[in-house]
């Protein structure tokens, strides 16, 4: 059974950095993509980034391209999201995710159940 746990999150303030850490188990870790995506409050799931098992490869929302970071270690098993600069719109419940390919849609095949990140100004 595939699980994906979140940590990492808390109460920040505007312009402190964060680093939110995706846990997984019961996956071959070298058959997936893995995500992340947030969502705020009457808004969609958005995609943030996403990178292959290798960590050869990264893809970045261009909202986040410019302060946020995607990691992965393939000894421990986690995927990492560094955020820098945060803003108050950052503010949300965010997503660690699972997939077969690389994809911007929330379609992803397995799903942690998220994390709340408050930003407050």
């Known amino acids: 059974q595939v699980q994906l746990v979140e940590s990492g999150g808390g109460l920040v303030q505007a312009g402190d950095s964060v680093t939110l850490s995706c846990a997984f188990s019961?996956?071959?870790?070298?058959?997936?993509?893995w995500g992340w995506f947030r969502q705020a409050p009457r808004k969609e799931r958005e995609f943030l980034a996403a990178?292959?098992?290798?960590?050869?490869?990264?893809d970045y929302a261009d909202a986040v391209k410019d302060r946020f970071i995607i990691s992965r270690d393939v000894w421990k098993n986690t995927v990492s999201l560094q955020m820098n600069n945060l803003k108050p719109e950052d503010a949300a419940r965010y997503y660690c995710?699972?997939?077969?390919?690389?994809?911007?849609?929330?379609?992803?095949?397995?799903w942690g159940r998220g994390i709340q990140v408050p930003v407050s100004s």
């Open positions: 995710a699972c997939n077969s390919a690389f994809s911007r849609k929330p379609e992803y095949g397995c």
């Open positions: 019961g996956v071959v870790y070298g058959n997936y993509v």
């Open positions: 990178i292959d098992w290798r960590g050869a490869t990264t």
